[in-house]
């Protein structure tokens, strides 16, 4: 039986690239995302390749993560994996003038939601004594810098839950990894900058950033390593980028 992977913010950026890298896996698909057409469109995309289904929630809003994962028809619920990507950075500003809205945002998104997805998820995994828990944290969880304050902690957060994770569910036989990407080019700099095409896009000019399907493979090698190894955490740099904020531009 094809083993089934839930994957939040599927639906663009680092979780669709995963999405297409577990459909190549043969795995069945949970796609889960806020945006209904989004989610259609990458479930046509992806369906000839695999079994795919979707869940359209908000993993800030805890009701609806707890009611779409737990409503999940029974062929749907022993997920394997869980790929914990969902996740943004709002504004990038000093800590007095930064916005309490952005904050919000990227505290309740990148930590509670996190939080409240893997809590639908963990107990079936612990009953099967099997998973593997992907969450997609950052370099700013591991570096903080400055006018990203509120961000670096939402992923030091990230690192310090996937630390926990692994601390209280390997003895019950899942597999917990922390992925810390640098300077991936996505929708991120235009959600951090609010659609702001210019200031985006001179994020990733004068070098080569990484795409998604650089962080995907470094999941599917995770994910896919033998049952004796536990890759507990990576950090990918783009080949330009020294830490968070050192990136060598022409
Ligand atoms: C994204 C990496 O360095 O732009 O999480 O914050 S960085």
């Given at each position: 039986m094809n083993k089934i992977a839930l994957i939040t913010?599927?639906?663009?950026?680092i979780g669709r690239a995963v999405a297409e890298a577990f459909a190549d896996l043969n795995y069945k698909l949970i796609l889960c995302g806020r945006r209904t057409g989004r989610l259609d469109e990458v479930r046509s995309a992806l369906s000839a390749r695999t079994e795919v289904t979707t869940l359209q929630f908000d993993v800030r809003d805890r009701a609806a993560v707890e009611s779409a994962i737990l409503s999940l028809p029974a062929e749907w619920q022993s997920v394997s994996v869980l790929v914990n990507n969902a996740g943004n950075a709002h504004g990038l500003a000093p800590i007095q003038e930064g916005s309490v809205d952005d904050w919000d945002q990227m505290i309740d998104g990148n930590v509670q939601g996190l939080l409240y997805v893997s809590k639908a998820v963990i107990p079936g995994m612990v009953e099967r004594r099997s998973g593997h828990i992907v969450n997609v944290s950052s370099i700013a969880g591991k570096q903080t810098y400055a006018n990203g304050t509120v961000y670096c902690a939402s992923k030091a957060a990230v690192e310090a839950i996937s630390e926990g994770m692994r601390l209280d569910l390997t003895q019950h036989g899942i597999k917990v990894t922390n992925i810390a990407p640098g300077a991936?080019?996505?929708?991120f700099s235009m959600v951090r900058f609010k659609g702001d095409e210019e200031r985006a896009g001179k994020v990733y000019q004068g070098f080569d950033p990484l795409k998604a399907s650089d962080i995907a493979d470094a999941i599917v090698y995770a994910v896919t390593?033998?049952?004796?190894?536990?890759?507990a955490d990576i950090t990918i740099l783009a080949?330009?980028?020294?830490?968070?904020?050192?990136i060598v531009k022409s």
């Amino acid at each position: 039986m094809n083993k089934i992977a839930l994957i939040t913010g599927a639906t663009s950026g680092i979780g669709r690239a995963v999405a297409e890298a577990f459909a190549d896996l043969n795995y069945k698909l949970i796609l889960c995302g806020r945006r209904t057409g989004r989610l259609d469109e990458v479930r046509s995309a992806l369906s000839a390749r695999t079994e795919v289904t979707t869940l359209q929630f908000d993993v800030r809003d805890r009701a609806a993560v707890e009611s779409a994962i737990l409503s999940l028809p029974a062929e749907w619920q022993s997920v394997s994996v869980l790929v914990n990507n969902a996740g943004n950075a709002h504004g990038l500003a000093p800590i007095q003038e930064g916005s309490v809205d952005d904050w919000d945002q990227m505290i309740d998104g990148n930590v509670q939601g996190l939080l409240y997805v893997s809590k639908a998820v963990i107990p079936g995994m612990v009953e099967r004594r099997s998973g593997h828990i992907v969450n997609v944290s950052s370099i700013a969880g591991k570096q903080t810098y400055a006018n990203g304050t509120v961000y670096c902690a939402s992923k030091a957060a990230v690192e310090a839950i996937s630390e926990g994770m692994r601390l209280d569910l390997t003895q019950h036989g899942i597999k917990v990894t922390n992925i810390a990407p640098g300077a991936v080019e996505t929708e991120f700099s235009m959600v951090r900058f609010k659609g702001d095409e210019e200031r985006a896009g001179k994020v990733y000019q004068g070098f080569d950033p990484l795409k998604a399907s650089d962080i995907a493979d470094a999941i599917v090698y995770a994910v896919t390593a033998p049952a004796n190894v536990h890759i507990a955490d990576i950090t990918i740099l783009a080949a330009a980028q020294a830490s968070a904020t050192t990136i060598v531009k022409s």
